[in-house]
């Protein structure tokens, strides 16, 4: 009986100590899965530890949103502002993922239950980024009209490091690249000047070189037809003159008024006396952009093909 207990007691430590071994390489497997990678960003210059293959992402920038779409990502996220969310974007309506506010009024509160490993923001909730910070490792994915291209292809690569879908976003840019330089040769041999306007409630204002829309000039190289307008995020204020005196060959019409679900203000600018004789109206030349991938989204790899084939589409009108 003395030896039958001692056998029993010896048998149950072997199982204990296994289980501790065997717990010790589980943990240490799972540490090895949570790579950290340091991504510098725009509200964070020495960098934020982002855990690699995050699980949970909340999103509040649709340009970063479209880019874990296109490289098949959708299923990590958690959460969105579902408000105003563009017409291809419109999947993420699901019940699949949380409404976590909108891009101006984030509900803190829906995101810190979510948990999220992730949260992306950009400008419109840059303000809030340490209130973010508190609830998740949060980076600043938004784009810099004064250098669009380099700072678009820098947060699809930052996307790409953090999931390891870096050849993937290789692959994609290569396309875009192609892309628009085909665009910037039609550009160059029609050598037809462009204004980009955007109609809010009956005001025009006007996005020149280096400016919120200047892509349409700086990347796609259509000439701007004035080139003093100064750069900004809202755009120069301009009057229904100032278009017929410019008298542009091609102008572009974004429409905040649809972008936010209001009212088309669009015709009322576009279609009236004031302008009629401008060569891009008499010559069928006004090209109507989507004015929710331009005004809300743009800067990841699904909206930057649908803003190319856009402007391809309109310069061949």
Same mark, same amino acid.
């Given at each position: 009986?003395? &030896?039958?207990? +001692? ?29 950290? +990678? ?7 210059? !020495? ?15 649709f340009g970063s949103l479209d880019t874990l779409d ?42 810190a239950d979510l948990d999220p490993d992730l949260i ?38 930052? +996307?790409? &490091? ?30 037809? !000047? ?50 017929? &005196? ?30 009629? !004789? ?40």
């Amino acid at each position: 009986m003395k &030896k039958f207990a +001692i056998l029993f007691i010896a048998l149950v430590t072997a199982v204990v100590i296994s289980a501790c071994g065997n717990q010790s390489s589980s943990s240490k497997g799972s540490d090895a899965k949570k790579e950290q +990678i340091t991504v510098k960003h725009q509200l964070d210059k !020495n960098g934020t530890k982002v855990t690699k293959n995050p699980k949970k992402v909340v999103v509040f920038d649709f340009g970063s949103l479209d880019t874990l779409d296109k490289l098949g990502l959708d299923d990590k996220v958690a959460g969105l502002p579902k408000q105003a969310l563009p017409n291809y974007l419109s999947k993420f309506k699901g019940d699949k993922y949380a409404d976590v506010g909108s891009l101006k009024e984030p509900d803190f509160e829906k995101v810190a239950d979510l948990d999220p490993d992730l949260i992306i923001i950009s400008g419109r909730q840059s303000e809030s980024y340490k209130e973010f910070s508190k609830i998740a490792p949060t980076i600043y994915l938004g784009v810099d009209t004064a250098k669009y291209m380099e700072s678009f292809k820098s947060d699809a690569q930052t +996307i790409g &490091k953090i999931f390891d879908k870096e050849d993937e976003v290789k692959d994609e840019l290569a396309t875009i690249d192609n892309s628009i330089s085909d665009l910037k040769k039609k550009a160059e041999k029609l050598n037809k !000047n462009g204004l980009v306007i955007m109609a809010n409630d009956g005001k025009i204002s006007a996005f020149g070189s280096k400016s919120r829309y200047g892509l349409i000039h700086d990347v796609f190289g259509v000439t701007p037809a004035d080139k003093n307008i100064k750069a900004s995020t809202h755009g120069q204020s301009v009057s229904y003159e100032y278009i017929s &005196k410019t008298n542009p060959d091609y102008l572009f019409v974004i429409d905040r008024g649809t972008a936010i679900g209001e009212t088309s203000s669009t015709k009322q600018v576009v279609e009236n006396d004031y302008v009629k !004789n401008v060569n891009a109206v008499k010559n069928d030349h006004v090209v109507y952009l989507d004015s929710a991938t331009w005004y809300l989204s743009g800067g990841g790899l699904e909206s930057m093909t649908q803003m190319i084939k856009e402007v391809k589409d309109g310069l061949e009108k």
